[in-house]
């Protein structure tokens, strides 16, 4: 096994609304090998967003809760005050391209003021030369032309200004980065591109990713690990090759059947219903009212086990001693 580089134990953010507390990130546990790539996937709702946000502290007013351990080279993140946190590790080690992030662009500033931007931030001595020469690298890391640097968003594509986010992101060379939805508003093709820059940068630097999608298709050419979250909590972790033939939690399963492939002509299966609330969420598997797999230990909540090929699912099906799972 490859070196840990990010550790998480227990997570949990909470937010406080009028309704009660949002369960939105509820006891989530996983490990990240350095140079690797997790794909979470999930419904929308289910705390994907607020997991990524959660591992870089960057939390909205409404926090209710916000505990457990985010190990970042053994080191535990949430004993860092907010001032350490800012100075030695957001941008500087991990760095994030929020959901929708290429359209969030500052309209009226240049690409290349924007990208250099977090460099000025963490390096108060560097000179505008350095800046610009280490924008250049990263510009064509992902391929993007430099003359394009003096240009204003509004002058790039949808598929070039998500490469620009991605510049951004990698200007200050983090060692983990974290994408949320990074190829849902482009077309097929710019999908396809992204992803091969992405794995262009996996391989060539060694970054690790955390890379948040709907696609779990385009998901299978960057990830080695697969994540389900559901309701909060992580159901289902896996290693990538296994998750596509051998998910095991019915949550996975039902979202596996739902990607059409273009190699075989199946019916593709939605999931009827709809995730519970994350107030006041079922004491007992979140899952267990749309499951066709429940069975009376179902009204309570499952731990997490290993199986055979390292999936850690959280259902009864598979627990120790489980009638149930000899059927399943
Ligand atoms: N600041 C907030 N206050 C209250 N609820 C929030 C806040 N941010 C997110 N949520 C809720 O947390 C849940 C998880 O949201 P999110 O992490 O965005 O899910 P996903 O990214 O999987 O779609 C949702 O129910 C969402 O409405
Ligand atoms: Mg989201």
């Known amino acids: 096994m490859g070196k840990i580089l990010l550790e998480v134990n227990n997570l949990k953010l909470y937010f406080k609304t009028k309704k009660g507390p949002v369960q939105a990130v509820d006891n989530v546990s996983f490990t990240l090998e350095e140079g690797k790539t997790l794909a979470i996937v999930g419904e929308s709702g289910c705390g994907k967003t607020s997991l990524t946000k959660a591992i870089l502290r960057l939390l909205p007013r409404n926090i209710m809760e916000y505990s457990g351990e985010i190990l970042f080279e053994g080191v535990d993140l949430m004993k860092y005050s ?20 290429m359209n969030s662009l500052n309209p ?37 032309p430099l003359d394009f640097m003096r240009r204003y968003p509004f ?25 949320d939805e990074p190829s849902s508003a482009l077309d097929l093709l710019t999908q396809a591109n992204l992803m091969n820059v992405l794995k262009k940068i996996k ?11 709907h696609d779990i298709g385009t998901a299978s050419e960057l990830a080695d690990e697969v994540a389900v979250m559901y309701a909060g909590e992580m159901v289902e972790k896996c290693h990538a090759e296994y998750f596509y033939t051998d998910a ?32 006041n ?6 899952f267990a009212d749309r499951c066709d797999q429940r069975f009376a230990k179902c009204s309570q909540p499952p731990e997490a086990v290993e199986l055979e090929h390292g999936q850690q699912v959280k259902c009864w099906l598979y627990t120790e001693g489980s009638e149930v799972k000899k059927h399943a």
């Open 155 to 179: 002058e790039l594509s949808g598929g070039m200004r998500q490469r620009a986010t991605i510049a951004m992101a990698l200007v200050t060379n983090p060692k983990l980065v974290l994408l």
């Open 203 to 213: 391989k060539e630097f060694g970054t690790t990713f955390i890379m948040i999608t």
């Open 281 to 286: 969420p079922p004491s007992g598997c979140r």
């Open 248 to 279: 095991r939690h019915p949550y996975s399963r039902k979202l596996m059947s739902s990607v059409p492939t273009l190699r075989e002509d199946k019916e593709l299966v939605f999931i009827p219903g709809q995730p519970p609330s994350l107030i």
């Open 108 to 144: 009226v500033m240049r690409i290349e003021d924007q990208i250099t931007e977090p460099l000025f931030i963490h390096n108060r001595d560097m000179t505008k030369e350095e800046a610009v020469k280490r924008a250049c690298e990263v510009f064509q890391i992902v391929g993007l």
């Open 82 to 101: 907010d001032e350490q946190f800012r100075k030695e590790i957001r941008w500087k080690k991990i760095a994030m391209v929020p959901q929708a992030a």
